[in-house]
């Protein structure tokens, strides 16, 4: 295993852990529906323990619940299940960059992305984590994950290991094209469009031919989402010139920041086009993800940056909304557009989420035993798995398809909203995408499947790097977004010249990002070079 030699800067905690921890995999489920698989248990929710317990003793165990629940609920039937079955006592906790400086570590809990990983082992809060345990406590999925091996440089430092990664191989939220059907039926295009010129001529068509049949010229053919890193709604657009902002990119055996090449120069310009003849709505500087999907349903868009779970079937949950909202709409996906560049957008990779151990373990060998016990079933174990993804088949959830035994899942009435299984435990004490390839294949939805093989542009369009943490991240790297972000959104909407891009491209380097250049560069040869 390679080593990452130099320590990550403290500063990097400034940048606020939990907030990125969110940019992580949003879900503790696995690729393609949540999990599934049976699960025997009493009517009330909290099952009996197949395993005797031997232990005289319940260990006790700080959990940090799942980085994306509300808050803590105590003494939950999972929780009770948990505590049965594995004869511990469980203390659950909340995560924050306050508990975790005021000393309050849990003894395991999840993290989402290397730089969190790196920002917490910076404090002395985590234990090192040694393979070959790993290896021999959970054969299963080690051997999964030996497949994907790279994932573990990302939370490597000083030939330690500090995370034990999770894998996505299928992932349901990679973006593709979702289109207003009955729009490009309206201004005459036959064909959903497939190339960056076809893009162009449908959204101008949408903005200049009156598609809603308002008499009004009020439509649009595309927005964006300038809050986020660099741009839902436009990652497609800068993928068809073959770069994504922000992201590390390999060229010619050279490391090189998305935000600064050529290509996305070229991108800038042709947004900035659309923009000046009335194809992007104004309030792309503003709007979210959730303001854009309205727009669609809400006839003043044609055409957004759709998850492919949320946009692939008839049952997904986009096209159901348009279905209840605007039920003369039409929506068909396509992939993204193929520029100059190639097609593809916005793409974690196989990243996913990270389980973290706490620094005190070490010294508590019946403790650390007890843990790897647990998360060898929840990697490998329907029955754990199920419970604390699911709860119980026929109560809380059942298979999509009547009388399965494998395939796609759904939640039954009463437990289609996260806060309603919360309260039960389920999701709180779930460690994600840690179950094996096995389980996985099983339990997951083959339609969605072929969707996301169709549309996604996995697994080559991500970050060179697998958006690990760099030594100067902490120092440069919050600005350099915010400078992009700001320069970016000048020139598309003219405030600003075309060649101001060179300016941005200077200041850039200037203002820190020559350094992270170099240190991505280092890290690139030392650790991800194939």
């Known amino acids: 295993m390679h080593t990452r030699t130099k320590k990550i800067s403290n500063a990097f905690l400034a940048a606020g852990i939990v907030a990125s921890m969110l940019a992580g995999c949003s879900s503790g489920n696995n690729t393609t529906n949540n999990t599934g698989g049976n699960t025997a248990a009493s009517p009330d929710v909290s099952p009996t323990a197949t395993e005797e317990v031997k232990e005289a003793k319940p260990v006790e165990i700080t959990w940090g619940i799942h980085f994306q629940?509300?808050?803590?609920?105590?003494?939950?039937?999972v929780q009770k299940y948990l505590e049965e079955k594995f004869n511990v006592k469980i203390k659950p906790v909340k995560v924050t960059d306050a508990s975790?400086?005021?000393?309050?570590?849990?003894?395991?809990?999840?993290l989402g992305d290397p730089s969190n990983v790196v920002a917490y082992q910076n404090q002395g809060v985590l234990m090192s984590i040694d393979p070959n345990m790993l290896k021999e406590k959970m054969?299963?999925?080690?051997?999964?994950?030996?497949?994907?091996?790279?994932?573990?440089?990302?939370?490597?430092?000083?030939?330690?290991?500090?995370?034990?990664?999770?894998?996505?191989?299928?992932?349901?939220?990679?973006?593709?094209?979702?289109?207003?059907?009955?729009?490009l039926d309206k201004v005459g295009i036959t064909k959903t469009p497939e190339t960056l010129d076809e893009f162009e001529k449908a959204v101008y068509a949408f903005a200049e031919k009156d598609p809603d049949g308002n008499g009004k010229k009020d439509t649009y053919g595309l927005t964006g989402t300038a809050t986020s890193t660099w741009s839902s709604g436009f990652y497609s657009i800068f993928g068809a010139f073959g770069v994504e902002p922000t992201m590390w990119m390999e060229r010619n055996g050279e490391i090189i920041n998305g935000s600064i090449m050529p290509e996305t120069k070229e991108a800038v310009a042709k947004l900035?086009?659309?923009?000046?003849?009335g194809v992007i709505d104004p309030e792309f500087i503003t709007d979210t993800q959730d303001s854009y999907r309205k727009k669609l349903y809400n006839n003043r868009i044609g055409v957004i940056e759709e998850q492919i779970s949320k946009a692939a079937l008839p049952t997904s949950s986009t096209i159901k909304e348009m279905q209840s909202l605007n039920p003369g709409a039409?929506?068909?996906?396509?992939?993204n557009p193929e520029g100059p560049g190639g097609a593809g957008t916005w793409d974690w990779g196989i990243k996913s989420n990270f389980v973290v151990i706490g620094s005190k373990v070490k010294d508590q060998p019946e403790k650390l035993e007890k843990l790897f016990e647990i998360l060898r079933a929840q990697s490998s174990d329907e029955e754990t798995i199920n419970m604390t993804n699911l709860g119980i088949k026929g109560t809380q959830w059942d298979f999509e398809a009547a009388g399965a035994t494998s395939g796609a899942t759904k939640f039954l009435p009463g437990f289609e909203k996260q806060e309603q299984r919360d309260q039960l435990g389920i999701r709180l004490f779930s460690l994600g995408n840690i179950t094996t390839q096995a389980y996985r294949e099983k339990y997951s939805n083959p339609e969605v499947n072929e969707a996301i093989k169709k549309y996604s542009s996995a697994p080559n369009w991500t970050d060179a790097l697998l958006f690990s943490a760099l030594p100067s991240d902490g120092k440069y790297k919050t600005d350099l977004t915010a400078l992009m972000q700001k320069y970016f959104a000048q020139i598309i909407t003219g405030?600003?010249?075309?060649?101001?891009?060179?300016?941005?491209v200077t200041e850039w380097k200037a203002k820190g990002g020559d350094e992270l250049t170099k240190e991505a560069n280092e890290m690139y040869q030392a650790q991800f070079k194939k």
Request: overall charge negative.
């Open 69 to 77: 629940a509300a808050g803590v609920v105590n003494d939950s039937p």
């Open 100 to 110: 975790v400086a005021s000393g309050e570590v849990p003894d395991i809990f999840m």
């Open 139 to 183: 054969p299963e999925y080690s051997a999964d994950i030996a497949e994907k091996s790279k994932l573990f440089q990302t939370v490597t430092i000083d030939d330690q290991l500090w995370g034990i990664p999770m894998f996505i191989d299928l992932k349901p939220y990679d973006f593709t094209m979702l289109w207003r059907k009955d729009w």
């Open 272 to 277: 900035r086009q659309w923009f000046a003849d």
């Open 330 to 335: 039409e929506l068909v996906i396509s992939n």
């Open 495 to 504: 405030e600003l010249p075309l060649d101001d891009f060179d300016k941005f």
